[in-house]
């Protein structure tokens, strides 16, 4: 805005509506309304003293000023609306605060909806706040009924504040259903003591954690509680709930889907999804630049997965759906990890046709379901790959129909005890070990996942 003649009683009147709201007699320049609008939180001071116009009816000054004060304005009122120098003093006066102690969610600039229970409208989680609801202590019962519902999808975090214990809360139905952007929840020692948690998590499909130094669910209920949570991942020993999971899984320990911050055994590895086709899975965070990207996330070491919703490839249609990956590259750096497991990881990737990388592995523990159902698969080869940490090979291999051959190190020997894994090779029909055995339906459990001789027959070739 240029520098032009503006009428005195234009800034009188804008200084007049600060005052007002602050309940001071304070004398303002032009160019301190803007911080003084922006310091207006709802506090009057009781000592309103308005201005007189000044003598003097007109004067130059600077756009800037103005664009400043209606800068102020909308970071007040969280509006868009542009406003000329003479409408400035009304949008003031027509400022209202979410003052007094009360329950509240808190939106933040950086995505994070905190509740909260302190006097006025606050976050201490980071950010500044942009919008704020008032939360029923006694529950919802419906996702529709929450006053924040509107904005769930842009919600990436979500903070219980200390203060948040003192409300009380006993019904949590609902509270963060279908929070669909949200990969992180902190604080949750400050939900323990609820009763009611029907649905609480359900279709948070993003989520990976929920933090807590505490937790009782002593009386707790939960129909439903994490129904679709399929990448959330408990700290202690990697716990993934299934759909039908309840409150006897909201606990920190084994078993549970809560994490202490300062006791988290999580590792995490990466896939990265690239247009060709390839899905690199590697202990580096940042993908290849010099390759366009299908997508990209992160996997859990140790996480216990259940089926399907947690890779990179897991999309349910369009550029991300697991029927585009055709081909899989284990990086040599995945052989920093001292523990991994793999089931479900690459579950009916029906077009797959080649896995690379195999050998670099150690430290695997478990590989349910892992190459279930890749019907385009025709080779594998495990030369390198050390099997000694494994122990659940159900269905490792179940559907894949192609795969003819299996390569190992001839010195290839699993565990001598604490393995199972009953049908690792259901419906492998075309796999052939190395000494002419051939598949059978007879012949299915883990036992066969070794060398074939004449004295032991298997489903693998030395190489």
Known sequence: MAVGTIETSVLTDIANAIRFQAGVATLFTPGEMAAAATALDGTNEGNYQAQIYMTLESGILSGHVFEDIADAIRGQNGSTDTYLPGEMAAAILALSWDVGLKPRAVLTSLGTLEFNYVDGRHCYSGGVPVDAWEVDPAGY?????????????????????????????????????????????????????????????????????????????????????????????????????????????????????????????????????????????????????????????????????VGLGFTPWTGTAGATHRQYLTAVTFAADMATYSTLRFDYLLYSCTAATSVSGLGSLSGVTSMRFTFSSCSALTSLDFRGFDPLALTDLYYTFGGASA??????????????????????????????????TAWSSSATSYTYFRIDTASTPGYLTAQ
């Open 403 to 436: 795969l003819a051959a299996i390569y190992a190190d001839s010195t290839w020997e699993l565990p001598s005890s604490g393995v199972s894994g009953s049908s690792c090779f259901y419906n492998c029909r075309s796999l052939v070990g190395g000494n002419g």
């Open 141 to 305: 019962s419906s996702a529709s009924a929450r006053p924040y519902d509107s904005v769930k999808l842009q919600v990436q975090k979500v903070v219980f504040h200390s203060s948040w214990a003192q409300v009380g809360m006993t019904n949590a139905n609902y509270l963060l259903n279908a929070f669909e952007s949200m990969t992180e929840v902190s604080g949750f020692e400050n939900m323990s003591g609820m009763r009611s948690a029907n649905q609480m998590f359900g279709s948070c499909s993003m989520l990976e954690t929920i933090y807590a130094t505490s937790f009782s669910n002593s009386g707790l209920s939960g129909s439903l509680m994490f129904n679709g949570c399929s990448r959330l991942v408990g700290g202690t020993d990697g716990f993934v709930p299934s759909t039908t999971s309840g409150a006897s899984a909201c606990k920190i320990g084994a078993g549970g889907v809560l994490t202490d911050p300062n006791k988290d055994a999580r590792t995490w590895f990466y896939g990265h999804f690239y247009e060709d086709g390839e899905a690199v899975l590697t202990a580096t965070q940042a993908p290849d630049p010099s390759r366009t990207l299908r997508a990209t996330g992160r996997i859990c070491a140790i996480g216990k997965y």
